[in-house]
């Protein structure tokens, strides 16, 4: 009995490949196997080590994006800044701004500080109209 390519049954592997053919792939580059011939290969080196074993560490994905707007000047030092640190924007950004909101000794930003006078104002203005 054979199958359709007049092989042998018994010299068919499972991936179509003749037995006789599957010899031959182990000299072969890669590049130059079929698409048979390069399946087979794997099928029989499924065993085999891949290379060393490498520590690795999962960290929590990052799911929330923040946008803001900054003038060019100041998007440039943050760039320079960020690759004097020899590392990505992202990460310095988070490193810089997670730094100031842990701080307290970094002053708020100009707006909060209206802000905050603002909210002052205001409640000195209910006390007066108290009196």
Same mark, same amino acid.
């Given at each position: 009995?054979?199958?359709?390519?007049?092989?042998?049954?018994?010299?068919? &592997?499972?991936?179509?490949?003749?037995?006789?053919?599957?010899?031959? &792939?182990?000299?072969?580059?890669?590049?130059?196997?079929?698409? *048979?011939?390069? *399946?087979?290969?794997?099928?029989?080196?499924?065993?085999?080590?891949?290379?060393?074993? !490498?520590?690795?560490?999962? !960290?929590?994905?990052?799911?929330?994006?923040?946008?803001?707007?900054?003038?060019?000047?100041?998007?440039?030092?943050?760039?320079?800044?960020?690759?004097?640190?020899?590392?990505?924007?992202?990460?310095?950004?988070?490193?810089?701004?997670?730094?100031? *909101?842990?701080?307290?000794?970094?002053?708020?930003?100009?707006?909060?500080?209206?802000?905050?006078?603002?909210?002052?104002?205001?409640?000195?203005?209910?006390?007066?109209?108290? !009196?």
């Amino acid at each position: 009995m054979s199958d359709i390519t007049g092989w042998p049954l018994s010299a068919v &592997t499972l991936l179509g490949v003749p037995k006789s053919k599957a010899a031959t &792939t182990e000299s072969k580059h890669p590049d130059e196997m079929s698409d *048979a011939e390069l *399946a087979e290969h794997h099928w029989q080196h499924r065993e085999d080590e891949l290379g060393e074993e !490498v520590d690795f560490e999962i !960290v929590k994905p990052l799911r929330v994006t923040m946008s803001f707007r900054l003038p060019a000047e100041e998007a440039d030092a943050i760039r320079e800044a960020a690759a004097a640190a020899g590392t990505s924007l992202s990460e310095w950004i988070r490193w810089a701004t997670m730094r100031a *909101a842990r701080d307290t000794d970094v002053p708020p930003p100009r707006h909060a500080a209206i802000s905050r006078a603002r909210e002052l104002l205001s409640q000195a203005e209910d006390e007066l109209g108290r !009196v």
